[in-house]
């Protein structure tokens, strides 16, 4: 009990010197930048020019010296070995962590620049803080608004003017990849990169109500500037995303409207017209959204068009971000009920959607506003291309389809028992703050154990792996040792969802369609022919159930009666000699 109080002293002196630390640097050469209007390069240069990393860390450190409701915070390291930072917007500003459970406010996290090349949302966030720190626009009572200035550091280190072929403006900006060239916004679940560790570091901490994550994007041209990527309501699921579906987006895109901003959904297409309709964007956990979905967070994709002025899309963020705080803030209760509700859905024993697909019995009607496409010539290569006119602009009904509805599902259970040497999948349960309690002496329980019964592979490289797809398993209920310090995962806590999306080998970016479990896939130990004639033949004469069946199959499978080597291994798996540990899935459930 002592012990626990010490701790407990320990953890609130450090906690209060952090603070003191950052009010500290706050108040540093005040009188210096009393005169100082912030203005930004975005401004300077007339909506040309985006900023520099280290213009935007300046900017907010100077912001936080001046303005008490600013504080900016170094947190984890990335690739870059640069550290990822937070800046917060909180009049209200205490010696308390401003992200106590104790505090009553929403909090809104806003992450710019996964891909620095997107710009926008960097920029437009300055905008924002700034704007409210000195009382421009109107302040939220009821959040706290927290900022990832720029996530890619590595990434918006490797300035450069050319490779966003696509994109009209900025002057320049960075790189899509990271210090290790990977893409961010696929690594939220696999986490290969220090920055997603630091993302889900802060996500934890933060624990947000609503996350905004701002992109650009073209698949198609189109009238609009601004699209909205809501994280998928279906999958959302509950009280919460109805409430999203029917409510909030409604709300976001009249208010814009109402403010001379039209917005449509994401538009969902590549090197084709819009005009015939397209789908929601389903949001895996691999994404941003997805994975802020996972802890009942409101999550949305703002993606500008890049064929735009990249003025007009940074003021476009702007407003979409003020209208979204908006919301937020008068809805600020209601989102707090509704999450308390659906906490309650995912409980040991109900059942949990783990593959979707697209219900095209449902679909929303769009006033689309596009531009005739044509396919012509192309001048270069000879074939048809796809052409869009803009003198002929268009607004036309067209189908969106924004349903969707579960095609596998599976029994949520009591626990998940991750045996210790798998330090890889328990190192990033821990890193997103995953609770978890220690096997405490060698024992026998009876568990559910899965078996990998198909798979699909990846041909090609992505993202540092070749993933998996379409797992299949079959389930048995066995006796299963486990070990005294394997890890104990209840699902009776706030990240049952991350359990289910990263344990549950069907799911779509489980660990283990991500590769961490591939040593299972390979046999460790065979056998050599001439030996496993004699024995295999014993075998069967001392088995006549299993002689019978493979007599029959040979009768039943030309290809495999004509196979010497398929038999023998056939006869090796059916045996006690063919190793326990091939495709047996090493994580056990437990009840449920």
Not at 12 to 39: A, H, P, Q, W
Not at 389 to 416: A, C, G, L, M
Request: charged share 25%; proline share 4%; net charge neutral.
């Amino acid at each position: 009990m002592y012990t626990l109080f010490v701790k407990i002293i320990l953890k609130r002196l450090i906690l209060l010197v952090f603070i003191l630390s950052t009010m500290l640097i706050g108040c540093t050469d005040k009188d210096v930048l009393e005169d100082y209007n912030f203005e930004t390069r975005f401004e300077k240069s007339s909506g040309l020019e985006t900023a520099t990393y280290h213009e935007v860390i300046s900017f907010y450190k100077g912001l936080a010296k001046i303005h008490n409701s600013i504080a900016i915070y170094d947190m984890q390291k990335t690739d870059s070995e640069k550290p990822l930072h937070l800046v917060t917007f909180n009049p209200n500003r205490s010696f308390e962590s401003e992200f106590s459970e104790n505090d009553t406010k929403s909090i809104l996290l806003i992450n710019n620049g996964i891909h620095p090349g997107e710009s926008d949302g960097i920029d437009a966030s300055m905008l924002l803080l700034r704007d409210l720190a000195e009382g421009k626009i109107e302040i939220p009572e009821n959040m706290i608004i927290a900022v990832i200035p720029i996530y890619n550091i590595g990434g918006a280190l490797q300035r450069n003017a050319h490779s966003r072929t696509n994109q009209n403006g900025p002057k320049e900006y960075g790189f899509r990849g990271n210090a290790r060239n990977y893409d961010l916004n696929r690594d939220f679940i696999k986490a290969d990169t220090k920055n997603a560790r630091a993302f889900a570091n802060i996500f934890r901490i933060v624990k947000p109500d609503y996350f905004i994550d701002n992109h650009v994007s073209n698949g198609a041209d189109y009238q609009y500037t601004l699209t909205h990527l809501f994280t998928q309501h279906n999958k959302l699921g509950g009280k919460l995303g109805d409430y999203v579906n029917s409510s909030f987006m409604p709300k976001l895109e009249d208010s814009l409207h109402k403010n001379e901003w039209d917005i449509t959904p994401y538009v969902n297409v590549f090197n084709q017209s819009p005009e015939t309709g397209f789908t929601q964007f389903m949001d895996s956990p691999r994404y941003s959204t997805g994975y802020t979905t996972l802890f009942g967070t409101v999550g949305m994709m703002v993606e500008t068009h890049m064929l735009k002025p990249y003025k007009q899309r940074v003021e476009g963020t702007y407003e979409l971000m003020k209208q979204f705080i908006k919301i937020a803030n008068e809805d600020a209760e209601l989102i707090k009920n509704l999450k308390k509700i659906d906490a309650n859905r995912y409980k040991p024993g109900n059942t949990y959607p783990l593959q979707w697909q697209v219900d095209s019995s449902k679909t929303a009607t769009l006033q689309f506003k596009g531009y005739e496409a044509t396919r012509i010539p192309s001048e270069v290569t000879g074939q048809n291309r796809l052409k869009f006119n803009r003198d002929k602009s268009f607004t036309r009904e067209t189908k969106y389809y924004n349903n969707f509805k579960p095609t596998s599902s599976v029994t949520i259970p009591e626990k998940y028992i991750v045996p210790q040497g798998y330090w890889n999948v328990i190192n990033l349960l821990k890193q997103n703050k995953i609770q978890f309690e220690r096997v405490q002496q060698d024992t026998v329980i009876l568990a559910e154990v899965y078996h990998i019964k198909e798979y699909s592979t990846f041909q090609n490289p992505y993202e540092g792996h070749y993933p998996h797809y379409n797992t299949q398993v079959e389930t048995t209920t066995e006796k299963v040792p486990i070990k005294k310090g394997d890890y104990i995962f209840k699902t009776n806590q706030d990240g049952v969802r991350y359990l289910m999306e990263t344990l549950e080998p069907m799911a779509v970016d489980s660990f283990f369609n991500w590769n961490f479990f591939d040593t299972i896939l390979q046999q460790k130990e065979g056998f050599s022919p001439y030996v496993w004639e004699d024995k295999a033949l014993e075998f069967l004469n001392k088995n006549p159930e299993i002689k019978k069946e493979f007599e029959t199959k040979k009768t039943e499978d030309t290809t495999f009666a004509a196979n010497w080597f398929a038999q023998l291994d056939w006869i090796h798996k059916k045996s006690p000699n063919y190793e326990t540990a091939h495709l047996r899935y090493p994580v056990i459930r437990v009840g449920g």
